[in-house]
């Protein structure tokens, strides 16, 4: 069984069976997918990267960008995680099933990959809320413990069968050892024998044909009583096995074999175990190796600086600074897009953008289906074509693309490619009639749903015919809806695509100064013709160059002149806006460096009324200590108690009116908000969506437009594309177990111990009468502190002394205002309601 199932494997069907096989080859998918084999870890998953093919089905393209995305994040969550030492043991497990023996080495295998399973589902099951499709791959896999134990149980880590593996197989090694001993034993007393010592050639024991012996000299074989089993190449030595050790070697060499056996009986065994849990090892293997390809398209993904890309619903891309994954040193990027006008949102998109950002004369040519492109040769024409085919092929494929974020594919059914002849960039000339046969096969089976890279489109025959045919191509497939590229040289299609609905122009940019083409495509602007320039900037003389212009129609000459004035007002646009971005950027800044100092100040402000706050407490309980000694100095002398109280409760009030009042950060005006294009720069409060967390960029964008961030204890790299800009209020609202920045409310700053959990009644019944009166006298205290209106003195009916002690106590108290006996439900005469003073 192969790790073909899911939905990019070469058993995937379409409507077609698969993507055509050429534009694969042409635009060197399996290039892509040899330097993807190469990050697999073990053979299962470096065979699902070699069979990897691109989808049509929307859903599995999703599923894949996602994995891909998710391993990217368990990369960053567990870097050292892996696949570890799992192996490709579905044949093993096969084999098994019928009853197969394994080897050792093979069991070893299905045992570490049991192990390496185990692992990657716990790892999984960790992280699930993270990763969930990687989290329920992992769920599919079947650690079988039992199967994984036993060979454990039974084989060492240098592979030898330990004795536990049986108990026949124990018993059986420790008579070996026994028989061995005594062999031993008996061979060295030969050794030891006056008698023999004279026959020996050395006191050695050796071993021939399986049996112990000792080297005998040849003159005394007669002499030796023994078997010869050898003797030494120049005849002086012969091998021979004492008589005496004769029994003890048979024994030995019979424990041997029967060792042998019951270590066939161990590996017939776990063999067996094996092939009960067969399909379970297999589906395990074929889940590590779609864990261990997306892991293998994330480690990828990061060489190339890869992001995903949006899918879009209709037959339209856009892509955002994408560059060639094959392409190595300084790679220019390019923004390309098809499906409606104006995709593409980078600098040189489009051309005709002026210092306002309003819409270039070439512009307003509605849904673009066509997209043709001319240019100086090796000026980026055919990669342009190559980059866009072959990065829509690696999308389909569920693998990143190196593009900016916020880029976007279509699903297509079909990519037809007809560029140079099936060979690389460098080399790309092929005969018209070549060209033709695989054109007229394209145009058979393109439709609305495929995407058409033709590369210099009616090139090598009549250039008025071969004009005139490419026009009509490109007019057949327009009709059908089909998304075409095409690059040209002839001036006739620069006319056509400006003339035609659903046609756009576009070029690649050549440097008059340097006479060097600089790879940059213009969408919506025509490649100009630097022939007479280049003439001039090489020295050709005058005379020629003025007779050369002479000779050009002077509605082309006007055509090539208004181009060069849209370039040129375009690059005074891009320049402006620059330094128009610089500016907002440092205006920023600046703004930021201003925020934080206002919060520092505003910290300060916080921390001197606090100050003020625990200053004016002191001194509250200062006053409060001073009434309480006050009131017990009273009450000895037999004074009015009253004022002290009063003194007491306003002390109380103004406290709990202080602590009512917690000191609150004050709010600024809202900032005037700063416009959405100002690019993320240090010093911003930012959003990382892929990892949906908040945090500071440290740091300015560098030329890949990549900052540091700082997510809590995190830092990590983003490119600024991944970043969504956030208030203060909303990271402070973001941020975990972050404290307020404001003062919590306070509880009241002095308490004065006895207004506190007052009850409504006390029940002094039981209590003799030198003891109720202290307490009734405390517990009005308390109850007038804490500002209770009424309260019940349960005192019982007994003989009415109790009663009568504490009603003349009430009468003589300034705490009370009045007094009366409870109603009948609330005690009648055994309880006292009490009225306390204002």
């Excluded at 044909?209 to 000299?217: I, L, M």
Aim: aromatic fraction near 4%; include cysteine; charged fraction near 25%.
């Amino acid at each position: 069984m192969r790790a073909t199932d899911g939905p990019f494997s070469r058993t995937h069907s379409n409507r077609d069976a698969s993507m055509d096989p050429r534009a694969l080859t042409v635009l060197e998918f399996p290039k892509i997918l040899d330097r993807l084999a190469e990050r697999a870890a073990f053979a299962a998953s470096r065979e699902l990267a070699l069979t990897l093919q691109p989808s049509e089905s929307r859903r599995a393209i999703e599923q894949g960008l996602r994995e891909t995305s998710e391993a990217k994040l368990l990369l960053e969550l567990q870097p050292d995680f892996s696949v570890r030492s799992a192996h490709d043991v579905r044949e093993a497990a096969e084999r098994s099933q019928v009853g197969i023996v394994l080897e050792v080495e093979v069991l070893q295998e299905v045992r570490d990959t049991l192990e390496s399973g185990a692992y990657v589902r716990n790892v999984l099951t960790k992280f699930a809320d993270r990763v969930p499709l990687l989290g329920g791959r992992g769920q599919t896999i079947d650690p079988c413990a039992g199967v994984s134990g036993a060979i454990k149980d039974s084989i060492g880590e240098r592979g030898q069968i330990l004795d536990s593996a049986s108990p026949g197989l124990a018993r059986v090694r420790a008579q070996l050892r026994t028989a061995y001993n005594r062999l031993m034993d008996a061979l060295q007393r030969v050794l030891d024998s006056a008698a023999y010592r004279p026959m020996l050639q050395e006191a050695l024991i050796t071993t021939r044909a399986g049996r112990y012996v000792v080297p005998v000299r040849a003159e005394a074989r007669n002499q030796f009583r023994g078997i010869v089993h050898d003797e030494s190449a120049s005849g002086a030595t012969v091998f021979m096995e004492p008589l005496a050790a004769v029994e003890l070697n048979n024994e030995w060499r019979h424990l041997q074999l029967e060792e042998d056996k019951e270590i066939e009986r161990v590996l017939r065994h776990l063999s067996g175990l094996v092939g009960q849990a067969a399909d379970r090892i297999i589906a395990g293997v074929n889940s590590l190796a779609a864990i261990d390809l997306a892991m293998a398209k994330a480690k990828y993904a990061a060489s190339l600086r890869a992001t995903a890309p949006a899918l879009e619903e209709g037959y339209r891309l856009n892509l955002l600074h994408a560059r060639h994954p094959l392409l190595t040193g300084n790679v220019v990027p390019i923004d390309v897009y098809l499906g409606q006008e104006g995709m593409a949102g980078h600098d040189g998109a489009r051309a005709g953008e002026g210092a306002g950002g309003g819409e270039g004369p070439l512009a307003g040519k509605g849904d673009v289906i066509a997209l043709v492109i001319t240019g100086p040769n090796t000026g980026g024409k055919t990669v342009a074509l190559k980059t866009v085919g072959l990065l829509q092929l690696m999308a389909q494929a569920g693998m990143h693309i190196p593009v900016e974020p916020g880029s976007s594919v279509a699903v297509f059914d079909q990519i037809f490619a007809d560029i140079g002849d099936e060979q690389s960039i460098e080399q790309s000339l092929s005969t018209f009639s070549s060209h033709m046969t695989n054109i007229v096969r394209i145009l058979g089976q393109a439709d609305a749903r495929s995407l058409v890279l033709l590369d210099e489109l009616g090139a090598g025959t009549d250039p008025e015919e071969g004009s005139a045919l490419a026009r009509a191509i490109l007019s057949y497939l327009i009709k059908r809806g089909v998304r075409t590229m095409a690059t040209t040289h002839y001036s006739e299609l620069k006319a056509y695509a400006y003339a035609e609905p659903g046609v756009q122009n576009a070029s690649v940019e050549f440097d008059v100064e340097t006479l060097r083409p600089t790879y940059r495509l213009i969408i919506g602007l025509p490649g100009r013709s630097n022939a007479l320039a280049i003439g001039q900037r090489l020295g050709l003389p005058g005379e020629i160059l003025e007779a050369a212009r002479a000779m050009v129609r002077p509605e082309e000459a006007q055509i090539d002149d208004l181009l060069a004035g849209i370039q040129a007002e375009r690059d005074t646009a891009r320049n402006v806006r620059l330094e128009a971005e610089r500016v907002r950027a440092e205006a920023e800044r600046e703004r930021a460096a201003v925020e934080r100092r206002l919060d520092e100040i505003e910290d300060e402000r916080i921390a001197v009324l606090e100050g003020a706050r625990r200053e004016a407490a002191a001194e509250l309980e200062g006053a409060r200590q001073q009434i309480r000694r006050a009131e017990q100095r009273v009450a000895a002398a037999g004074g009015d108690r009253m004022e002290v109280l009063r003194a007491a409760r306003e002390v109380q009030q103004a406290s709990e009116e202080m602590g009512a009042q917690p000191v609150q950060r004050r709010r600024r005006p809202a900032q005037v908000p700063v416009p959405e294009e100002r690019p993320i720069g240090a010093g911003d409060r930012v959003e990382l969506r892929r990892l949906n967390a908040v945090g500071q960029v440290l740091t300015e964008p560098d030329e890949r437009g990549e900052v540091e961030v700082q997510l809590g204890a995190l830092r990590t790299r983003a490119h600024v594309r991944e970043l969504t800009r956030v208030t203060r209020r909303e990271a402070e609202a973001r941020a975990p177990s972050r404290p307020e920045p404001r003062v919590s409310r306070p509880e009241p700053l002095v308490r004065l111990p006895a207004a506190q959990n007052v009850r409504m009644e006390i029940d002094v019944r039981g209590a003799r009468a030198d003891d109720v009166l202290p307490r009734v006298e405390q517990y009005l205290s308390d109850a007038y502190l804490s500002g209770m209106p009424f309260v019940r003195v349960i005192h019982g009916r007994g003989t009415g002394v109790l009663r009568q002690i504490i009603r003349d106590h009430l009468k003589a108290s300034p705490l009370v205002q009045s007094y009366e006996s409870a109603g009948a439900s609330d005690g009648g005469e055994g309880a006292t309601l009490v009225k306390l003073a204002v």
